[in-house]
């Protein structure tokens, strides 16, 4: 079994930037897809990047091109997501998963491991 743990998230006004980071509880685990979910108040949970670790691949949802970063540092075995220009409407629980299978998709039910969350705030 492995836990995601996310970190990074906060309070911040728009325009602002956060760097969220996830890494795995076990050092040897490595993910073939990695993606970033998140659920707003009232909301369900959404993907929002994903990143394919075999095909070096990365896919945004619409709303986020051009100012989320999905990258990993396979040294430290680690996820991160890069928020540039925060706004009020990204604030949510954000959750980084893990796909053990090759292949790399949108749904929820292929992830295989999920993080437990870090909230970001944003205020105008």
């Known amino acids: 079994q492995v836990q995601l743990w996310e970190s990074g998230g906060g309070s911040v006004e728009a325009g602002g930037s956060l760097r969220l980071s996830c890494a795995p509880s076990r050092d040897t685990y490595r993910a073939n897809c990695l993606g970033w979910f998140r659920q707003a108040p009232g909301k369900e949970r959404e993907g929002i990047a994903i990143?394919?670790?075999?095909?070096?691949?990365?896919d945004y949802r619409d709303p986020v091109k051009g100012r989320f970063t999905i990258f990993e540092d396979p040294t430290k075995n680690m996820v991160y997501l890069r928020i540039n220009n925060l706004q009020p409407d990204d604030t949510a629980m954000y959750f980084c998963?893990?796909?053990?299978?090759?292949?790399?998709?949108?749904?929820?039910?292929?992830?295989?491991?999920w993080g437990q969350g870090t909230l970001v705030a944003v205020s105008s």
């Open positions: 998963a893990a796909r053990s299978q090759l292949g790399c998709s949108w749904s929820e039910d292929s992830f295989t491991y």
């Open positions: 990143l394919d670790t075999y095909l070096h691949e990365v």
